[in-house]
T-cell receptor, first 112, second 117 residues
Framework: DGGITQSPKYLFRKEGQNVTLSCEQN?????MYWYRQDPGQGLRLIYYSQIVNDFQKGDIAEGYSVSREKKESFPLTVTSAQKNPTAFYLC???????????FGPGTRLTVL | AQKITQTQPGMFVQEKEAVTLDCTYD???????LFWYKQPSSGEMIFLIYQGSYDQQNATEGRYSLNFQKARKSANLVISASQLGDSAMYFC??????????????FGPGTSLSVIP
């Protein structure tokens, strides 16, 4: 089955700790994206990658970092510099940057 | 300025009835795309339907159709024969071209749809 997987589904973190969210796709898509969703709101773009070994900041990149060493994988690290990291994080991918984005199931991060 | 407006925070519809979810957008780019996504309580965003700015006909996908009125900059989603499983958040989104050639997708705030048996 082709698709996008995110792990873990739920993640708890203590203040001051970095944490990495996983996103993997086997759709052979070039482009991948990370979004943040806060309760009752739409999605905001954190980072995106149009191709392997390349990524760009989105609207709210501060306190986050990414890597794109493999086409299938686009992990997101939430650093201690992110002041309010508790949110729902969604990963997406598309064939290319102009095509429809398809989403993974999301990771719910809670900072204790 | 809001690029995507969804004026209905919450909607109710009787099972088997049709419902229209409103979406208006703002762009100066002549080439853009409009999307609707469904987000059930599980959280996953499910792609429903796409309309390109140059498409002559309104997009349809099964029970979903997009009422595209370009001059009014509206892209309303119509769901026919509502089912209980249609209860979810619905997001309108627009893709527009940035100077860097990356097609950025902007999401609206969403509309919560509840289907009543």
């Amino acid at each position: 089955d082709g698709g996008i997987t995110q792990s873990p589904k739920y993640l708890f973190r203590k203040e001051g700790q970095n944490v990495t969210l996983s996103c993997e796709q086997n759709l052979n898509h070039d482009a991948m994206y990370w979004y943040r969703q806060d309760p009752g709101q739409g999605l905001r773009l954190i980072y995106y990658s149009q191709i392997v070994n390349d990524f760009q900041k989105g609207d709210i990149a501060e306190g986050y970092s990414v890597s794109r060493e493999k086409k299938e994988s686009f992990p997101l690290t939430v650093t201690s510099a992110q002041k309010n990291p508790t949110a729902f994080y969604l990963c997406a991918s598309s064939i290319d940057p102009t095509d429809t984005q398809y989403f993974g199931p999301g990771t719910r991060l809670t900072v204790l | 300025a809001q690029k995507i407006t969804q004026t209905q925070p919450g909607m109710f519809v009787q099972e088997k009835e049709a419902v229209t979810l409103d979406c208006t957008y703002d762009t100066s780019d002549p080439s853009y795309g409009l999307f609707w996504y469904k987000q059930p309580s599980s959280g996953e965003m499910i792609f429903l339907i796409y309309q390109g700015s140059y498409d002559q006909q309104n997009a349809t996908e099964g029970r979903y159709s997009l009422n595209f009125q370009k001059a009014r900059k509206s892209a309303n989603l119509v769901i026919s024969a509502s089912q209980l499983g249609d209860s979810a958040m619905y997001f309108c989104a627009m893709r527009e071209r940035l100077k860097t050639s990356y097609d950025k997708v902007i999401f609206g705030p969403g509309t919560s749809l509840s289907v009543i048996p």
